[in-house]
C-alpha cells in the first residue's frame, strides 16, 4: 500500500522568511515523488518532482528515503505563493499516482 | 489545447438522485484518472484507466459509483442513488504514459465538478 502524510492542514508564513512543507511518505517499493500546487481559480498542476531534481519558482525538494520524507522548502516566501500544496507518491513506473491531503500555505504580507 | 474539460462545473441535487459528471481528456492522452477531493480526506483516486480500460477501481467507494470510458475522449462517473456524504468536488485527470519508460507523473487536471447532495 502507498500513503502520503502531510501533518498540516494550514500554514502561514511571513513574507521573506523561509517555507517548508512537510510530507512523508510510506511505500514498500522504489517510489516516485511530486508535488502539486493548487494556486485560487486554477487548477491543479505539477510544481516539481523528485526525479528532476529541479528548483520550481524557488522551490526545492530533496527525497529521503531514510527518513522517507520529500519536504518542500523556499528560502523566501513571496506573496504568490500562497496557494494548497499536495505531495504526491507512485512507484516507479507505475501510474497510480496517490495524493497527501494537503497543505494550504498563506504568506502574510 | 482546453486542456481536460469537465462537466458540470456545478451540480446540485437532492439525496436519492442520479448524478453523471463528465470528462473529456487530453487528446493523445491514453489515461485518465478519477480523483474526489473533500477537506477531511484531501484528493482520494476513484479509479483509473488506461487505454479505455479499467486499471484500478479500488477507490471507488461503494457499488453506487460506477464508471465507464467508452472511448478515448470521454468518460463518465456516475452516483446512483447519490447521498449527501457524496458532496465533493470531482476531478479528472489525465496522463500520457508511454510503455516501458519511468513515469513522469505528471497529471493534467480538469477544473473539477462541484457536486452538492442535499
Known amino acids: 500500500a502507498q500513503r502520503v ?9 511571513f513574507k521573506g522568511a523561509p517555507v517548508e512543507l512537510k510530507c512523508n511518505y510510506s511505500y514498500s517499493g522504489s517510489p516516485e515523488l511530486f508535488w502539486y500546487v493548487q494556486y485560487s481559480r486554477q487548477r ?3 510544481l516539481l518532482r523528485h526525479i528532476s531534481r ?3 519558482k524557488g522551490f526545492t525538494a530533496d527525497l529521503n528515503k531514510g527518513e522517507t520524507s520529500f519536504h518542500l522548502k523556499k528560502p523566501f516566501a513571496q506573496e504568490e505563493d ?3 500544496y499536495y ?8 501510474e497510480k499516482l496517490t495524493f ?3 497543505t494550504r500555505l498563506t504568506i502574510i504580507p | 489545447d482546453a486542456g481536460v474539460i469537465q462537466s458540470p462545473r456545478h451540480e446540485v441535487t437532492e ?3 442520479e448524478v453523471t459528471l463528465r470528462c473529456k481528456p487530453i487528446s493523445g492522452h491514453n489515461s485518465l484518472f478519477w480523483y474526489r477531493q473533500t477537506m477531511m480526506r484531501g484528493l482520494e483516486l476513484l479509479i483509473y484507466f488506461n487505454n479505455n480500460v479499467p486499471i484500478d477501481d479500488s477507490g471507488m467507494p461503494e457499488d453506487r459509483f460506477s464508471a465507464k470510458m467508452p472511448n478515448a475522449s470521454f468518460s463518465t462517473l456516475k452516483i446512483q442513488p447519490s447521498e449527501p456524504r457524496d458532496s465533493a468536488v ?5 496522463s500520457s504514459r508511454i510503455a516501458g519508460v519511468a513515469n513522469t507523473g505528471e497529471l493534467f487536471f480538469g477544473e473539477g465538478s462541484r457536486l452538492t447532495v442535499l
Open chain 1, 5 to 13: 502524510t502531510q501533518p498540516e492542514k494550514l500554514l502561514s508564513v
Open chain 1, 44 to 46: 491543479l498542476q505539477l
Open chain 1, 54 to 56: 529541479e528548483s520550481i
Open chain 1, 82 to 84: 500562497s496557494a494548497m
Open chain 1, 87 to 94: 505531495c504526491a507518491l507512485s512507484g516507479f513506473g507505475n
Open chain 1, 100 to 102: 497527501g491531503t494537503g
Open chain 2, 15 to 17: 439525496m436519492g438522485q
Open chain 2, 90 to 94: 470531482y476531478f479528472c485527470a489525465s
